[in-house]
């Protein structure tokens, strides 16, 4: 597949959030607010992109070659807490102006199932270094679409009638449901599928 | 302790009332089996970091003791993982990437250290039993609610057996396939969830 | 300081010890999740080649096998992907000696096609339908005059992309049918010419090589009357040299006319060539089919091999 259509498949088609139902917490969690989903975008961007290089190097090269692969669970996770942790003291005391805006997202990131995902899928998928890399960047990108689309109904739905039993996370389950729908009318597009 | 059971069903219910571990709860949901596969996977890790954490819980440092839950969980991430591919591979292959998963689960890293880092181990096996179990009930409504509708059939077993009719072939045949694809899965925790907010004000 | 030692201590015993446990379940459940693919594979090629006398040999894995009856190859055995509607449909195809259909078998495991409606692929009756299909036959009825096919109501893109799999596997791997060319190996000399060394490595069996600087491929296409065999040494997306298969080494073209491709100065046309522009090279005249089927030999090998490798 050419990288456009993995950018076009994993933007859209397969939608990490609505499609693949990975990194709902988050999608759930900091969707109330636009500004705060856009920082949760970036966020993710950032670290999936990231974690993946990182990870896609020490299977390759380190758990391959010594026959380590039933590692892989425990190396990935602890590899992607690190880098967050890591990052985390690095945007503090270097880019101070990168800390406030992203900081405060940054130990959400560790238990986003979305970042060892689709460092599971680029392996399970046999990616090469370059698909890995766009793969990552294209769902991610994917993860701060929809976040940006739900926030922006949330904010809306703030002030509408909705019945008591269904206030809250209920309402916004629905609200994923359509627009999961929505983009359900991708498949099939560019002679992509699910 | 059978309070500590308990609580972990209803009052501290994973998906409910915590809103977490809903990643599984949605993705794997598309039959009842394979929602009480994904939740007899989660109790199996449950119980047992939980047991080990609460065992080692004067050990761990508590500076460290992130990395280490860390490591405890996926170990038994790992070992129901290898297990299922050698003993169930079809149930196995319809969760995927969803078992190694298990280990971001933020329910189990939060019961790790919110409860069995500090209780003893019998308390902390009861308290993985409740909410694994609590857990495998929702993921089994679900699988129910979207198998029924959406295929028409129930309890069906890959391989194995069929499945119970439900409303008959003529359903069957033309079933709600909206409800096993993903917006279905949202659409069932939406009912389910403001079902159980209506039974709760309405007590 | 003495604390942060006990501390790190704690963190390293944990993670030693879990790796030994690891490495225990993983020994003890790998020879398990090994048998049953074994098992299940074995079992689903018998579906496809349904014959209790024959055995079956890996090509290239969960690609392609030869069927052996004795020492005669009797027909192969493939799997291509088509996407679906909504997952890779993965036909396991099996093809006897003359080229025809003998079974197919989708298997329900990995496919995640439409419920009630895509996933019918998997039924008996749609199956059957390819026992005894010839190349130009496996088309949707819609699609192709020739199609014998029917399509699943409400299901085309499934049904389509099914058909599609058997029919460009069957294209993709039919040279493998012609035992005798394929097994006699008639390149292994200009094999050596062409990648420059003396010691290849062999990447996929029979067909791709990696010499020193550069890859060797070994690729059919369909000419006028029979398959064309081109091995091809190629540096990124440059052809370097080619050897077309000659008379001698089993080629079948019609003599005096097809058969003048396999000559030196029309290999030499195809030195230095860019892939992309592999059609621009001049064809002889009365052995056009001949030309095009080494182009497309150098293409599709190119797609099929190195397109994937980044």
Known sequence: MSLFLLFISAFLVNNIVLMRFLGLCPFFGVSSKIETAIGMGMSVIFVMTLSTIITWFLYRYILIPFDLIYLRTVVFILVIASLVQFLELFFKKQIPGLYSALGIFLPLITTNCAILGVAFLNIDSDFGLISSIVFAISSALGFLLALVLIAGIRERLENAPIPDALKGLPISFITAALMALAFLGFSGFMGLSL | MKQTFLDGIIKNNMVLVLAIGLCPALAVTTSAYNGIGMGMAVIFVLVFSNLLISLLRNIIPKNLRIPIFIVIISTFVTIVDYTMQAYVPPLSRQLGVFVPLIVVNCGILGRAEGYSYKHPPHYSVMDGLGIGLGFTIILFLMGTIREILGQGVWLSIPGVFPGFQVFGEAFTNSSVILMILPPGGFLAIALLMGLFNHIRMHK | ?310
């Open chain 3, 1 to 310: 300081m003495k604390n942060k030692i006990r501390e790190v201590s704690v963190l390293f015993i944990v993670a030693i010890v879990s790796a030994f446990l690891l490495s225990f379940v993983y020994k003890n459940t790998k020879p398990v999740i090994e048998e049953y693919a074994s098992k299940t594979l074995n079992e689903n090629l018998l579906k496809a080649f349904p014959d209790s006398q024959v055995h079956f040999e890996t090509v290239k894995n969960d690609t392609l096998w030869k069927v052996y009856k004795g020492e005669a190859i009797v027909g192969i055995v493939f799997r291509n992907g088509r996407r679906g509607y909504s997952s890779l449909i993965r036909p396991i195809v099996g093809v006897d000696s003359a080229g025809r259909v003998v079974k197919i078998l989708i298997p329900k495991e990995g496919l995640a096609e439409t419920p009630g409606l895509g996933m019918k692929v998997t039924e008996g009756w749609f199956q059957e339908q390819f026992s005894g299909l010839t190349l130009g036959e496996i088309w949707l009825r819609g699609d192709n005059e020739n199609g014998k096919i029917d399509g699943i109501t409400a299901a085309t893109i499934s049904s389509r992309a099914a058909t599609a799999a058997v029919r460009e596997g069957l294209e993709k791997f039919k040279c493998y049918l012609q035992g005798g060319v394929i097994e006699g190996e008639w390149y292994v000399d200009d094999l050596i010419q062409l990648s420059g060394v003396e010691d290849v490595e062999e990447l996929i069996e029979d067909r791709l090589w990696k010499a020193k600087d550069r890859f060797v491929y070994l690729s059919y296409g369909e000419g006028f009357i029979s398959q064309v065999g081109v091995l091809v040494s190629i540096w990124k997306d440059t052809v370097l040299a080619i050897h077309i298969q000659c008379p001698e080494e089993g080629m079948e073209e019609t003599p005096g006319y097809g058969t003048m491709v396999a000559s030196i100065e029309f290999e030499s046309r195809f030195d230095n060539v860019y892939i992309g522009d592999i059609d621009e090279v001049d064809a002889l005249s009365g052995a056009t089919m001949t030309c095009e089927a080494v182009k497309k030999a150098i293409k599709s090998g190119y797609e099929e091999l190195m397109g994937g490798s980044e």
